[in-house]
């Protein structure tokens, strides 16, 4: 899920921005503090959306730096469990297959890829068995968040399902809708 998040912090600006606006010197360092940082609390942090409130600058005896506390908006991606998001497959491997979503990725086990026995095949694609179903680098899905981890906070870990209905492929969805809809027919026969 994306937030604009309100953060207040204490902004460092080094001598070498005086040069600059007040303003623009503050963005500067925001920008550099927080663009992809990583937290359990904000998630990943896309933009600085904007600076709100600046206050008045102090400096410290011996930094030269001047300090401003500061509250700006971040634009941020946080996933959450059991939120569904869409993404596009970045690679595929013979135990199940990476997502990107956003600005992280995600991994598919192979196990629940499909709702069918899978194989991996060398030109890297997953195969469903029964229902012939395949999954291919480039390939957009629809997947559940399942697991999440910030363990290793510079590399977050998100476990994805595409077993429930409506997720997977969206030709996978229309597949499911037209088999009653032949069957009906069928029968009208």
């Known amino acids: 899920m994306f937030y604009r998040t309100q953060i207040k912090d204490h902004i460092r600006v080094p001598p070498e921005l005086f040069n600059l606006p007040r303003e623009e010197a503050i963005i500067k360092r925001v920008k550099k503090d927080y663009e992809g940082f990583i937290s359990k609390d904000f998630g990943v942090v ?5 600076v709100i409130d600046v206050k008045e600058g102090i400096i410290i005896p011996g930094d030269g730096a001047a300090y401003y506390e500061t509250v700006f908006d971040l634009l941020t991606f946080k996933p959450e469990m059991q939120e569904v998001v869409l993404g596009k497959v970045k690679d595929i491997a013979d135990f199940g297959a990476f997502m990107s979503i956003g ?3 995600g991994m ?3 196990s629940q890829t499909m709702d069918d026995f899978v194989s991996f095949a060398k030109d890297k694609t997953l195969a469903g068995k029964d229902t012939k ?5 480039g390939d957009k899905c629809r997947a559940r968040i399942i ?4 363990k290793d906070i510079t590399n977050p870990k998100l476990g994805l399902t595409m077993r429930q209905a409506g997720l997977g492929k969206p030709e996978w969805s229309e597949e499911k809708e037209e088999k009653p809809a032949k069957k009906a027919a069928e029968k009208k026969k």
């Not at 179903?133 to 680098?137: D, E, F, G, H």
């Open 103 to 105: 600005p992280i990725e």
């Open 108 to 110: 598919i086990h192979i």
């Open 147 to 150: 697991a999440l981890s910030y």
């Open 133 to 137: 179903r395949t999954l291919k680098v």
């Open 46 to 50: 896309i933009d600085v959306d904007k």
